[in-house]
């Protein structure tokens, strides 16, 4: 069987053997009906907290319009503290008269300036991930501990956005990703986010397919596809996936740091992401291979031909079964 999954600003052939038992998990379309192209609130606060980490540059503008506050702050997970990713991002959003977080002395200002408001509100894209996959109450308390902001001292209304395929703004919903896991393991799951801008970044990237690694049986291979043309991306996040420590402080990188380490030691985590050896490979423990093919050539070594597969194609955008193939 052949399969087109997304990659970058491509698609990339994975060929299954014919023996093999495949399941197709894609996102489901979405309900026109539950859109709004402007926010229904409470009420209208003085500041915004947007998080683009998974955003079109070219809607980011959109969305940030349709917001109604003084203020608007837009912050990016994968990009946090990182030099070589999210310009573009950065550049949209200082445009549109918001102000861009993107490093220590910015989280320190935004810290002041919600500690004296008193309320917020935080726009989060209603995507698949470790991070944003988690209820409304869970995700706020994992956003306000990451900026050392007490969430207890916060009035905090959440509003979802919707993405399409490409990453552009499509409007606000009032659930989260829609995600239909089989009642079954599989000796390997093929992740693609999505394609560009879901797998710009190798953060992002890893946000994405961690939230799916449970499909994967113990010992058995989860393949992550993911161009990320821009690198690593946020040094934080790199950094609490790297150092061992017994952190639970339950905010958006230690979230994805524990989930990071558990399937790392649960299952064989590989990636066709061309990024250096020297931090994919001895720092962060994953194999990398240089062609997609080799993920399922790892997954045969071991289990034989017949194996039981999941291609998740959008992870970003959540998944259901689409084409079961049972042989």
Not at 73 to 101: C, F, N, Q, T
Not at 186 to 192: A, E, K, N, P
Not at 225 to 233: A, L
Request: with cysteine.
């Amino acid at each position: 069987m052949e399969v087109w999954v997304p990659w970058d600003e491509t698609e990339l052939l994975v060929e299954l053997p014919s023996e093999a038992l495949v399941d197709l998990l894609d996102p489901a379309e979405p309900d026109p009906t539950s859109l709004r192209r402007d926010p229904v609130l409470d009420r209208e606060p003085s500041v915004a907290l947007v998080d683009v980490t998974f955003s079109s540059p070219s809607s980011v503008g959109d969305l940030i319009g349709r917001l109604p506050s003084e203020t608007t702050y837009a912050v990016s997970w994968a990009d946090l503290d990182s030099p070589h990713s999210g310009a573009e991002l950065l550049r949209v959003v200082e445009e549109k008269g918001a102000i861009p977080v993107s490093g220590g002395s910015d989280l320190r200002a935004l810290r002041e300036r919600l500690l004296g408001v008193g309320e917020v509100l935080l726009v989060v894209p209603a995507v698949n991930s470790v991070f944003h996959s988690l209820d409304d109450l869970s995700l706020a308390d994992a956003f306000f501990k990451a900026i050392e902001v007490p969430n207890g001292s916060l009035k905090v209304q959440v509003l979802r956005y919707l993405l399409d395929a490409r990453g552009v703004f499509l409007g606000f919903v009032e659930q989260r990703p829609s995600v239909q896991r089989p009642d079954r393991r599989y000796d390997l799951v093929v992740c693609s986010p999505g394609g560009r801008p879901f797998d710009r970044t190798f953060v992002g990237s890893l946000m994405v397919a961690l939230s799916s690694s449970d499909l994967a049986n113990d010992g058995r291979v989860l393949g992550l596809v993911c161009g990320c043309g821009e690198g690593f991306g946020s040094s934080r996040a790199l950094e609490r996936m790297v150092v061992e420590s017994q952190d639970a402080t339950g905010d958006t990188y230690s979230l994805l740091a524990s989930r990071f380490r558990g399937e790392r030691s649960r299952v064989r985590l590989l990636t066709n992401a061309p990024l250096p050896r020297a931090i994919v490979q001895d720092l962060l423990g994953l194999r990398q291979v240089q062609k997609v093919d080799d993920l399922v050539h790892a997954a045969t070594r071991f289990v034989g031909r017949e194996i039981r597969v999941a291609v998740i194609r959008r992870g970003a955008l959540g998944f259901q079964q689409v084409l079961p193939r049972d042989g």
